[in-house]
């Protein structure tokens, strides 16, 4: 079993930066496929795909955070960050850390919230002017 818990969220202003930690207890990082979905709040649907890095280190981005956002992970720590750059008002949501342990033949697997296993609760990231 493997718990996820995230970091970093709050407030931001439009074009500025955060950083977000997920820190993982019961597995190892380096054993899944570590990545981020967000869902703005009050809707009530799925969790949009944002960035994931795959067991053997490559990464694949959303287009709408593609160029602006980065996904590291870090073996020794046991998490995985997401540095956010030059946000936008639209870049307000929850982001969720998510974990598979499991590896796709296809880049759009990994898009799908449903092909990850483990979850964390979530951190509010707001984007103001």
């Known amino acids: 079993q493997m718990q996820l818990r995230e970091s970093g969220g709050g407030l931001a202003l439009t074009g500025g930066s955060l950083r977000l930690s997920c820190a993982a207890s019961?597995?190892?990082?380096?054993?899944?496929?570590m990545g981020w979905f967000r869902r703005a709040p009050g809707e009530a649907r799925p969790r949009d795909f944002v960035?994931?890095?795959?067991?053997?280190?490559?990464?694949l981005y959303a287009d709408s955070v593609k160029g602006r956002f980065t996904i590291v992970r870090d073996n020794a720590d046991n998490t995985v960050s997401l540095q956010m750059n030059r946000l936008k008002s639209e870049d307000t949501a929850d982001y969720y850390c998510?974990?598979?342990?499991?590896?796709?033949?296809?880049?759009?697997?990994?898009?799908?919230?449903?092909?990850?296993?483990?979850w964390g609760q979530g951190a509010l990231v707001t984007v103001s002017s």
């Open positions: 998510t974990a598979s342990p499991r590896d796709y033949l296809y880049d759009s697997t990994y898009s799908n919230p449903i092909s990850y296993t483990y």
């Open positions: 019961g597995s190892a990082v380096s054993d899944h496929s």
């Open positions: 960035a994931v890095i795959k067991r053997n280190g490559t990464t």
